[in-house]
Nanobody, 123 residues
Framework: QVQVVESGGGLVQAGGSLRLSCAAS????????MGWYRQAPGKQRELVAA???????TYADSVKGRFTISRDNDKNTAYLQMNSLKPEDTAVYFC?????????????????WGQGTQVTVSS
């Protein structure tokens, strides 16, 4: 089993910064893509940023130039540095880890979600 835990959310004023962390643990052989998603009240969950184990990162247009995703593969951890925050960035932020591991002795790849962390940006 794999657990994904986010941390680092909170309340910040517009223009401020926050850094989110996402740690994956458990029966993991390899983490392929790690990504950050967000869901605001009344809206669908949307991709914020994603970083594959090899290859270029992806960002939502709304966060380009303000947010940066990074990974520490030795720690199975991803980060989201959020700068110049805006009230419209207010949402619950979720981490997604696409992991390959052994499930009942079988090599399996599936995506795991964290429980989310609240980010609130006041105007």
């Amino acid at each position: 089993q794999v657990q994904v835990v986010e941390s680092g959310g909170g309340l910040v004023q517009a223009g401020g910064s926050l850094r989110l962390s996402c740690a994956a643990s458990g029966s993991i052989i390899r983490i392929n893509t790690m990504g950050w998603y967000r869901q605001a009240p009344g809206k669908q969950r949307e991709l914020v940023a994603a970083m594959p184990s090899g290859g270029s990162t992806t960002y939502a247009d709304s966060v380009k130039g303000r947010f940066t995703i990074s990974r520490d593969n030795d720690k199975n951890t991803a980060y989201l540095q959020m700068n110049s925050l805006k009230p419209e960035d207010t949402a619950v932020y979720f981490c997604n880890a696409d992991c390959t591991g052994l499930v009942r002795g079988k090599l399996t790849t599936r995506a795991y979600w964290g429980q989310g962390t609240q980010v609130t940006v006041s105007s």
